[in-house]
């Protein structure tokens, strides 16, 4: 959590380095929630006080997770253009286009998937394409094509020599999901961020940190990734707050969405807004992470 803060704590960092005595469960701890490449970049600058073998051991693993990942920005561009040649309206999200927006680039957020959002009239389009590309589902698509789209909202497709998932969203939450939110919204409310110098689809500043809070309490945040992701969205980038909760009035989400917030604050020290502190701090100050 340390490692992850915008405003490193040296003395802090340097009395917890001091006590690991189990660096080989440390590191697939940091993996595991998805925050590595941060840690490593941080205790990079403590790497006197880590054993020489395990300094090496993290190195490699992070030049793994940027080759993955610079892999993986380049079949987002290419998969992206061949939807728009077909013209099918695509949106990207998380992955490399969080990255690039939240963190600075598309190789300081750990990911292991491709998120796209299309509109449910062109699934069967889709599905076609990228079976042409060699991406294959478990689901049998020719057979049960109507009753699978209309139940399952995202659905997992593995190209098969590179391992790369493309998860194709028709809605970004299922309908056991206590609100309903119309994927519409996030579709007319897009922007286009520039990766590699093409521009992508992805949603705006407000809305995807909407989707962040609501995406994490939904896992309920079992990886530190997901609140940090709400911690670099809110540090990096611009909100509109007075329209952010706007948003949130209109869908009824407070309870997620502030929780979220403030879960933030609580673990990453995240600088939340004084029109949401003074209005909800009471309710939520208790939260006890601890």
């Known amino acids: 959590i340390e490692c992850c803060k915008t405003t490193k704590n040296n003395q802090k960092l340097t009395e917890y380095i001091n006590k690991i005595e189990d660096w080989d469960s440390f590191i697939p701890l940091a993996y595991s929630h998805g925050i590595f490449p941060l840690v490593y970049r941080s205790l990079k600058e403590f790497q006197q006080l880590i054993p020489d073998d395990i300094f090496i051991r993290m190195k490699q693993y992070y030049m793994d997770i940027v080759k993955q990942n610079m892999l993986m920005t380049s079949e987002l561009i290419k998969v992206l253009k061949i939807l728009e040649e077909n013209n099918i309206e695509a949106i990207s999200f998380k992955g490399p286009v969080l990255s690039q927006l939240a963190y600075g680039d598309v190789v300081s957020r750990q990911y292991c998937d491709l998120d796209i959002l299309i509109n449910i009239k062109d699934f069967e389009s889709v599905v076609n394409l990228l079976n042409k590309l060699d991406y294959t589902s478990k689901l049998n698509y020719d057979i049960l094509m109507e009753k699978i789209k209309d139940s399952i909202c995202d659905h997992l497709f593995i190209k098969k020599k590179s391992s790369i998932n493309i998860e194709i969203h028709n809605n970004l939450f299922s309908i056991n999901f206590p609100i309903n939110i119309p994927s519409r919204i996030f579709f007319d409310n897009q922007q286009n961020i520039n990766i590699n110098n093409i521009n992508i689809k992805t949603f705006s500043n407000e809305y995807l940190l909407f989707y962040l809070c609501l995406h994490g309490c939904k896992h309920l945040f079992s990886r530190l990734s997901w609140l940090l992701d709400i911690h670099k969205i809110i540090s990096s980038l611009n909100i509109n707050w007075e329209k952010?909760?706007?948003?949130?009035?209109?869908?009824?989400?407070?309870?997620?969405?502030?929780?979220?917030?403030?879960?933030?604050?609580?673990?990453?020290?995240?600088?939340l807004p004084d029109l949401i502190k003074i209005k909800h701090q009471n309710k939520y100050r208790k939260l006890n992470i601890y």
């Open 244 to 271: 952010f909760i706007k948003i949130v009035e209109e869908h009824n989400t407070k309870s997620l969405v502030y929780t979220s917030l403030f879960l933030s604050e609580k673990i990453f020290e995240t600088k």
